[in-house]
């Protein structure tokens, strides 16, 4: 596509149950990026995938966190056992190559809402 | 943890006049970027201004940088209604590896007709 998907759009979901969030990146792309944005705390970084690299985990919030990139396209965020205060809205961003000063494409985002 | 402010947090003019957002941040960069984002979704890349750049233009924006200052500033002359949006800036900092951005907590514009 010509641009960064992601799915589901919205989600909603019990406390205590797992969630996955899915990142579609534009073809190319070799850095993503997960992001969150809450009320309380703004937009936040999570963590960031180049190419074959190990991932920068620098920013996610507790071991219920984690996000996988299969063969450097597709990445997935899952969140275990969710809290009321995992409800923010997640955006994933990719970036052409690992070079600095390039934009980032965000997507249009999942909003989770955590009963 | 959010490094940059924006002042003012909401912003409120008539079409036609001029808007400006200010942005502090507190590292060392390598560039500072501006984003928009509408309805509280996807982020749209406004402007990129790298460290050694003091200001920089693009149809009605301008930014400026001010590094001995920690500051920019986002200038949209001749607002529209379509201007309404909430601009973030982001920076990317000077020894950061792979480029994360670390926002400012956004201005919210809204340009009434």
């Known amino acids: 596509g010509a641009g960064v998907s992601q799915s589901p759009s919205n989600k909603v979901t019990e406390k205590g149950k797992d969630v996955e969030l899915r990142c579609d990146p534009i073809s190319g792309h070799t850095a993503l990026y997960w992001y969150r944005q809450s009320l309380g705390q703004g937009l936040e970084f999570l963590i960031y995938?180049?190419?074959?690299?190990?991932?920068?985990k620098s920013g996610l919030p507790s071991d219920r966190f984690s996000a996988e990139r299969t063969g450097g396209s597709v990445s997935t965020l899952t969140i275990q056992r969710t809290q009321q205060e995992d409800s923010a809205v997640y955006l994933c961003a990719t970036r052409k190559g690992g070079g600095r000063a390039n934009e980032q494409f965000f997507g249009p985002g999942t909003r989770l809402t955590v009963l | 943890s959010q490094q940059g402010e924006e002042d003012p947090q909401a912003l409120s003019i008539q079409e036609g006049e001029n808007a400006t957002m200010n942005c502090s941040y507190k590292t060392s960069i390598n560039n500072l970027q501006w984003y928009r984002q509408n309805s509280g979704r996807g982020l749209v890349h406004l402007i990129l201004i790298r460290s050694n750049e003091r200001e920089k233009h693009s149809g009605r924006l301008r930014v400026t940088l001010d590094t001995s200052k920690k500051s920019s500033s986002l200038l949209i002359t001749a607002s529209r209604a379509a201007d309404t949006a909430s601009y973030f800036c982001?920076?990317?900092?000077?020894?950061?590896?792979?480029?994360?951005?670390?926002f400012g907590q956004g201005t919210e514009l809204s340009v009434k007709p």
């Open positions: 995938f180049q190419g074959n690299s190990a991932p920068d």
């Open positions: 982001a920076t990317e900092g000077l020894y950061n590896q792979g480029g994360k951005l670390i």
